[in-house]
């Protein structure tokens, strides 16, 4: 009831809305072990919601709800381990918690997990294992890993290279308003890769990307013609 409460005062739902009382209440069922009330009350301290920002207590409840096997705390211990928010950066670490989060089903974790492997971050460098990974989250609908799995396609990294292949994930991701997917697309529009050459869809979807902020994507634009 203190969580559920939590969550009325977050959505300003019943009551006006109010960080503070959020955290509040999350924290009262937090305190009593509730993993659901510790991940949310580590992401009002992450961003500074109805607290004050803090990564060392963000880390403190997001390990509090991961040790229950919390997915998505799992998945944001990961990140503040990868990138040094309120613990020492150790990449070995974040694949352990992207690892325990990816395997109960975690899109973002998998994503996460096969940039790790992509790179040889915290684990001995696989393209398979990218692959492995970032299918998992694709198939979830997760953008992100849709364009990477379309590189992988692209550039026959731990998969059999075809650009149709890369084109069907750009394209997944692409729909979803995915900026790199947009861009990879409108790419193979343009060269023909794995598609006609079609220079005004090209167009098209390069501009969107670009419209997001997509810095290759403004310089295509500034360098082609279409």
Do not use: P
Not at 104 to 129: F, K, P, W
Not at 174 to 192: I, K, S, T
């Amino acid at each position: 009831a203190q969580y559920n409460l939590g969550i009325m005062y977050k959505n300003g739902q019943g009551v006006t809305q109010s960080d503070t009382d959020a955290a509040y209440w999350y924290r009262k069922a937090a305190e009593q072990g509730y993993a659901s009330a510790q991940y949310n009350l580590g992401i009002m301290y992450k961003n500074g919601q109805g607290v004050t920002q803090s990564y060392t207590d963000a880390v403190y409840w997001y390990r509090k709800a991961a040790e229950q096997g919390y997915a998505s705390a799992q998945c944001n211990l990961g990140y503040m381990y990868e990138n040094g928010r309120g613990v020492t950066q150790s990449y070995a670490d974040a694949v352990y918690w992207y690892r325990k989060a990816a395997e109960q089903g975690d899109a973002t974790a998998q994503s996460n997990l096969g940039i790790m492997y992509e790179n040889g971050r915290g684990v001995t460098q696989s393209y398979t294992d990218a692959v492995y990974w970032y299918r998992k989250a694709a198939e979830q609908g997760y953008a992100k890993a849709q364009s990477n799995l379309g590189d992988m396609y692209f550039y026959g990294r731990g998969v059999t290279q075809s650009y149709t292949d890369a084109v069907y994930w750009y394209r997944k991701a692409a729909e979803q308003g995915h900026a790199l997917g947009q861009a990879n697309l409108g790419y193979c529009y343009y060269y023909g890769k794995g598609v006609e050459i079609n220079k005004q869809e090209a167009y098209r979807l390069i501009k969107l990307a670009a419209d997001q902020g997509n810095e290759w994507s403004k310089k295509f634009l500034a360098e082609h013609t279409f």
